[in-house]
């Protein structure tokens, strides 16, 4: 049964960038989407891109264009998330999945999440 | 890519049913059989509920079922239960290959 392990905790000054990992085990990481979920406190979920692995290229939602980058490293069965130019809404829990099928058609698996928070 | 419209909140008392509606446009919702709906409880992980429209995924109650007519995909609850009370949020794939969720529904058990 696959499980996804996050990174811990960051505080960020604001304009500075954080980088949060996502392994992967007990499952092949290659036929699995991953996506990068970010929930801001008292705030819904937001869908801020991912990674299909086999192809290595990151697929973001349009909000996010230009500020993240999304990668994939298969020989450890990582997946990173980068965010850059944070401010202080970027203040939120982060979370990796696991889609259910080659695309991002819905996620099955979570990592248990990371909080970053962007204070001065 | 805007976000899919859900209520924000909705009630049942115990023994009820309930559903939660989600509605996009004809680039998600009603052009993709990918709708999914999670279940979140207050400083937990989203769990994943129903995919592709109608499917359970293993372990998960059969008092939760998912339907879609054109734009719109819906989550039924029945039997409503207290450990019901939650957030509940849908997701669709979109034209443009990504994801999109909506803005959440909570859940209150009377």
């Known amino acids: 049964q696959v499980q996804l392990v996050q990174s811990g905790a960051e505080v960020k000054k604001p304009g500075s960038s954080v980088k949060v990992s996502c392994k992967a085990s007990?499952?092949?990481?290659?036929?699995?989407?991953i996506s990068w979920v970010r929930q801001a406190p008292g705030q819904g979920l937001e869908w801020m891109g991912g990674i299909i692995p086999i192809f290595g290229t990151g697929k973001y939602a349009p909000k996010f264009q230009g500020r993240v980058t999304i990668i994939a490293d298969k020989s450890t069965s990582t997946a990173y998330m980068e965010l850059r130019s944070l401010r202080s809404e970027d203040t939120a829990v982060y979370y990796c999945a696991r889609n259910y099928n080659w695309n991002f058609f819905g996620m099955d698996v979570w990592g248990q999440g990371t909080t970053v928070t962007v204070s001065s | 890519q805007s976000a899919l419209t859900q209520p924000a909140s909705v009630s049942g008392s115990p023994g009820q049913s309930i559903t939660i509606s989600c509605t996009g446009t004809s680039s998600d919702v009603g052009d993709f059989n990918h709708v999914s709906w999670y279940q979140q409880h207050p400083g937990k992980a989203p769990k994943l509920i129903i995919y592709d429209v109608t499917d359970r995924p293993s372990g998960v109650s059969h008092r939760f079922s998912g339907s879609k007519s054109g734009n719109t995909a819906s989550l039924t609850i029945s039997g409503l239960q207290a450990e019901d009370e939650a957030d509940y949020y849908c997701t669709s794939f979109t034209s443009s290959s990504t994801l999109v969720f909506g803005g959440g529904t909570k859940l209150t058990v009377l």
């Open positions: 007990g499952d092949t990481f290659n036929n699995y989407a």
